[in-house]
């Protein structure tokens, strides 16, 4: 009786032990997902967040600028998102008065935000890290990411402004969040992975990666506005910049997690097969 508990145990341990989940799970200790989704949202907010500042302050869907941006991202009404509004509230019409040069630091510090999440993906999918020459030499893939992030978030922020409320107009835009997502993610791993990757197995990713996204954007909607409207009268402009924070560690979370998935889920079908 105790060899028979003993080899089910055996077995319930290695199919637990090849199983998608158990893969993941190994995975999220391998890659260092924790640190690797708080490096995102730090850089993210030291190295990203200005550049995106100047480019909604020019927007002319975006009358409120960058606030309106990361209200949209966590599902906010525009009641509560009043204090993110204040907080990020850049005037239009500042590249104007913003020179060449500051704008060119802008972007090559938004580059260092990419070549982190690229460094996360090749982590991920166990490819060898590029030398020093050879990352100059495709840094052009950082730009272009760059800017293709910064076009994917203003026609996300332009399709909520553009159409109108109402139940049809909310099932458009989550086809439009979905499909724009899911071609963004899965491209945006090809690209930054230089083709190393095929894209028949990038695509589980992609697809874990916006559901984990529209899960994050619910859980925001619920428990972050309570914490925005909290924070703002209890800490003021520090207060919010914390619950921004919080939401950028689980955006780069949901982002590695979801590529992460995706690679578990192919060495699984690989095993099995």
Request: glycine share 10%.
């Amino acid at each position: 009786m105790a060899e028979q508990q003993s080899d089910w145990r055996t077995r319930w341990r290695a199919r637990w032990r090849h199983s998608v989940l158990g893969r993941v799970l190994r995975g999220y200790t391998e890659v260092e997902l924790m640190r690797r989704a708080m490096a995102f949202a730090t850089l993210g907010l030291v190295t990203l967040i200005p550049l995106l500042i100047l480019v909604a302050a020019v927007d002319p869907f975006s009358p409120r600028g960058f606030g309106q941006w990361i209200a949209d991202g966590m599902g906010l009404p525009e009641n509560t998102a009043a204090p993110l509004v204040r907080v990020f509230r850049t005037p239009h019409g500042i590249a104007k008065q913003t020179g060449i040069l500051s704008l060119t630091l802008l972007v090559v510090f938004g580059l260092t935000f990419v070549a982190e999440v690229q460094v996360g993906y090749e982590k991920i999918w166990r490819l060898p890290a590029r030398s020093l020459l050879r990352f100059w030499r495709r840094s052009w893939r950082l730009v272009v990411w760059l800017a293709a992030l910064t076009g994917y978030t203003s026609f996300e922020v332009a399709s909520g402004r553009l159409l109108p409320h109402g139940a049809f107009a909310s099932g458009v835009r989550i086809f439009i969040f979905v499909t724009a997502g899911l071609l963004f993610f899965w491209w945006g791993q090809y690209f930054l992975l230089a083709g190393r990757v095929q894209w028949s197995v990038l695509l589980p990713g992609a697809i874990a990666t916006v559901a984990g996204l529209s899960g994050l954007r619910a859980f925001s909607s619920l428990v972050f506005q309570p914490m925005i409207a909290s924070g703002a009268e209890a800490d003021g402009a520090v207060g919010v910049v914390l619950v921004v924070v919080s939401w950028l560690i689980g955006v780069g979370f949901v982002i590695y997690g979801g590529s992460l998935a995706g690679r578990c889920y192919h060495e699984h079908r690989c095993a099995r097969g």
